[in-house]
């Protein structure tokens, strides 16, 4: 089969690979839709070569693409087949740790502390027609969602549900949001739909219109307007409830600090970067919580999934751009602009 790989210096290669075969514990499934995550990009630009990064552990050819849905197509001989059937509409928790200790057996495989392959970084994903993942990674898709949703779920969108879960957002509350990208947006769209007073930030005027579109009560250019005292006036002077940061600028990472009232809680899930801050003012004397949130577990997953059922939620209104999996040399040469909404591959 044929899967997309990351060269860095803003290059894509389709390379040949076999068709996996699944271990005893193992299912491979039939991708039928491959989300375009944000973080791609590190890989895609990283200056010098894929082997930059160690992809693959030793510099290998990693098949990309980290935000998998699709079928289960084979199963391994020590599957529970009580539990996964071929034909069964899955997503994947697109994380593999030992399977032993606490976090793993608690569905945080992202944190394991033997060490953690990440699908579509340090293990082949989904950019390709088939993937081969532990059967312990598999969440169910619900029948209701489409394949394109439930790839945003496997990343993104559950990305931007686990934070709105970590800082206990409630309705009534008041909450910013920096950087309407895929995630940012993804919180947007779900707090609106808990209930919650949202004001939208970012510096791009498309997505802040998209923002407006899903729910957003209120629109903040920050290179027009002073997030900060924009948000205090807003809420008549204590700042809001809560904050997220999504866009990983350490100007955006102050204010989502700066921006929240006392007893306040500010959430970065923007990757990478660093941010400087006046500790005792900006957080201490203000009793302020600062919560760092990485991706969700396997419950989190399907909780999520929920969610959107429940409520309604067009999680598909994400996706701008929708592609076959050859046009993907285009796709991240528009998707690294960082002017689009969310794009997807579709098989």
């Known amino acids: 089969m ?13 390379m040949e690979f076999p068709d996996p075969e699944p271990g005893p514990d193992e299912v491979v499934l039939e991708i039928k839709a491959s989300g375009m995550c944000g973080s ?4 895609y630009r990283v200056v010098g070569g894929a082997a930059a990064l160690g992809l693959g552990g030793d510099g290998s050819p990693v098949i990309a693409g980290h935000e998998p849905c699709g079928v289960v197509a084979e199963i391994g001989s020590a599957v529970d087949a009580g539990q996964v059937r071929i034909g069964d509409r899955v997503m994947v928790h697109h994380y593999k740790g030992c399977g032993h200790c606490s976090h793993c057996e608690d569905g945080w495989g992202q944190l394991c502390r033997e060490g953690v392959v990440v699908y579509g970084a340090t293990g082949h994903g989904a950019h390709a027609r088939y993937m081969k993942a532990p059967a312990s990674t598999l969440v169910p898709l619900p029948d209701a969602l489409s394949f394109a949703a439930g790839a945003a779920i496997s990343c993104g969108t559950g990305t931007a549900y686990g934070a709105l879960g970590r800082l206990g957002l409630s309705a009534g509350d008041t909450i910013a949001v920096f950087g309407q990208g895929p995630v940012g947006l ?10 919650a007073r949202v004001i939208a930030l970012d510096v791009s005027a498309e997505r802040l219109a998209r923002a407006d579109a899903f729910g957003a009560d209120t629109l903040i250019d920050p290179s027009q307007d002073d997030p900060v005292k924009r948000i205090r006036e807003l809420t008549g002077g204590p700042g809001a409830h809560l904050s997220l940061d999504c866009s990983s600028s350490p100007a955006a990472r102050l204010a989502a600090v700066q921006c929240v009232r006392t007893w306040g809680k500010a959430c970065y899930v923007g990757e990478g970067g660093e941010v400087t801050m006046d500790v005792s003012n900006d957080m201490i004397r203000r009793q302020v ?11 989190g997953q399907a909780d999520c999934a929920r969610f959107i059922v429940d409520h309604d939620v067009d999680v598909d209104a994400l996706f701008t751009e929708r592609y076959c999996l050859e046009q993907a040399r285009d796709a991240y040469a528009l998707f690294d602009g960082q002017q689009t909404g969310k794009g997807v591959f579709e098989f």
Request: proline share 0%; hydrophobic share 45%.
């Open 186 to 195: 993804s919180a947007t769209q779900l707090a609106a739909a808990m209930g």
């Open 2 to 14: 044929q899967g997309v790989v990351f060269l860095g210096d803003r290059k894509i290669e389709f």
């Open 289 to 299: 919580t600062l919560i760092g949130s990485w991706t969700f577990s396997t419950s």
């Open 40 to 43: 791609d990009l590190k890989f």
